[in-house]
């Protein structure tokens, strides 16, 4: 008895084998074929089919995903997905499939990112989901992924983004155990960031939601070394050449509201510059409008929700001007910079910050900040402060714009603005103290009319000094209507500083003259 059931779990056994052997080559150019007729833009190469008859189950190896427009390399790479009925919701009367894949790699580079872009076809209408379907006749409710990549490539191939060591499971995809809530599909993903960072993403969400999915989930990000996105912001005139970024908050983005509220965000040991130049100019004031709108489109909405408990920075901020002859740069040592409640939503108050910083590496600066809601345009109190920095370090800040150069002397500035009701009221007050313009032994380098220059701006320096403190001091009182209402807070930040700051400081020395300008005592 035992031998005659022995042979036919053998018979049974050679028959399994003998229809998964017919079976897998034609269902292998079936799927390959239903998955390229399905896809707008991109095609499919299937290596290999295993059919497994005893649970109705398919394993497939080195599938591969080229796009038309830029086959090389395959945007996507599964070297094994498996996928099977999920039995467990066939007892909740719903016949739904599992996917696992293991080690999957994802890599996109910029012109395949620039084809997607341009492309006239809506996400939705690629074919993806049908073209899973193809490769099993039933709709995913729960997917595994481990040990997968996602690698991104700008214009450098030697500094790519990439996440690592994915692992990503979601579950009730087409909500089979419960009824339709808001989010009622659980998700985790947790993967390495590059060589150091680490991710981790805990939520649930709504796969199933018109015109697309929604999502609520906590979020955590550590040691994310900020220069591999150095060839992506140098599109955007920034130079990064190191940094560590972390940050954790919530994000939920469905149709009816989209909310990103990040408690912390730390950025340490920075070092970076904004380049300014010539060449980029018109880009970069097309970039501070299209800003502006977007800021103008999100602020105050109320289904939008953009929220910064606390931004703290550290490390060394810094501007490049390449647009003056001799170029410049001005920046901020030892930076502390923190920033709290930080919104676009007018009813969550006051938003401050406070910095302090070495000013081009000697002198001391210190400054705060008040945002209150804006309603009719910006509202701002900003109070600054800098002492005792060895005007040398500015040497080439007073070529570019007072055509000399100093070889002594101590600078300070002292500022309060504020801005309401479209209104500006404050002063800005440089001090220039023990200045040397003209040193025979170190400037003997130098034409006989750059002597000359620098002499005759030494002589004009020495009469404006107050001779007591023997120091030049003049004040810049700011006052008026804001040229441009329509500007945001941080643009019109900026043009303090690059105007009323720099004509203050140089050499226009000529203000002290004016009537318009009152000596104000010493801080």
Request: without cysteine.
């Amino acid at each position: 008895m035992g031998k005659i059931l022995g042979g036919i779990v053998l018979v049974a056994a050679l028959l399994v084998w003998l229809i998964s052997y017919l079976i897998e080559g034609p269902l292998r150019r079936q799927m390959e074929s239903g998955m390229n007729a399905s896809l707008k833009g991109y095609a499919v190469s299937l290596r290999e089919v295993d059919f497994h008859p005893v649970g109705f189950s398919v394993t497939l190896r080195d599938l591969v995903v080229r796009q038309n427009a830029h086959p090389e390399p395959p945007v996507a790479h599964f070297p094994y997905l498996h996928a099977h009925v999920h039995w467990r919701a066939v007892l909740n009367g719903r016949l739904v499939a599992e996917f696992d894949l293991k080690e999957p790699r994802i890599h996109v580079n910029l012109k395949q990112l620039r084809a997607e872009a341009k492309s006239k076809v809506p996400v939705e209408e690629r074919g993806w989901q049908s073209a899973a379907l193809a490769i099993y006749p039933l709709k995913v409710n729960l997917l595994t992924i481990e040990g997968g990549d996602l690698v991104y490539i700008d214009e450098d191939p030697k500094r790519p983004l990439y996440l690592s060591e994915i692992a990503l499971q979601a579950e009730n995809i087409r909500n089979v155990y419960s009824p339709e809530g808001t989010y009622p599909s659980p998700f985790s993903l947790e993967a390495k960031i590059f060589e150091t960072g680490q991710a981790r993403i805990r939520g649930s969400a709504n796969f199933l939601a018109e015109p697309h999915p929604g999502i609520e989930a906590e979020l955590s990000v550590a040691k994310v070394a900020l220069d591999y996105f150095r060839p992506v912001l140098s599109r955007y005139n920034i130079k990064m050449s190191k940094g560590v970024f972390a940050a954790a908050g919530k994000v939920e983005y469905a149709p009816d509201v989209k909310i990103a509220h990040i408690k912390s965000l730390t950025a340490y040991n920075l070092q970076l510059d904004y380049i300014h130049a010539a060449e980029t100019a018109v880009k970069e004031e097309e970039r501070v409008e299209k800003t502006k709108e977007v800021a103008k489109e999100v602020s105050n909405e109320p289904d939008i929700l953009l929220r910064v408990d606390d931004l703290h920075l550290t490390g060394q901020l810094g501007m490049v001007n390449k647009a003056t002859d001799p170029s410049y740069r001005v920046f901020l040592d030892n930076l502390d910079f923190r920033l709290t409640n930080l919104s676009n939503q007018f009813s969550h108050g006051e938003a401050k910050a406070r910095l302090q910083a070495s000013f081009m590496g000697s002198g001391q600066a210190q400054a705060t900040a008040t945002f209150r809601p804006e309603t009719k345009g910006p509202d701002f109190d900003l109070n600054v402060k800098i002492e005792g920095t060895e005007v040398k370090t500015m040497n080439d800040l007073l070529r570019a714009y007072g055509n000399f150069d100093v070889v002594g002397g101590v600078f300070s500035l002292y500022s309060e603005i504020r801005i309401k009701n479209d209104e500006i009221d404050g002063y800005l007050k440089p001090i220039f103290k023990d200045l040397n313009v003209y040193d025979r032994r170190q400037d003997k380098e130098k034409s006989a009319f750059r002597k000359m220059y620098e002499g005759l701006v030494g002589g004009v320096l020495n009469l404006l000094k107050n001779q007591p403190r023997d120091q030049v001091a003049t004040r810049a009182d700011i006052s008026g209507e804001v040229e441009n209402p329509e500007a945001s807070t941080w643009q019109i930040i900026v043009r303090l500083v690059q105007n009323a700051f720099l004509k203050a400081i140089l050499p226009g020395f000529e203000r002290e003259a004016s009537p318009d300008t009152k000596e104000l005592p010493e801080k």
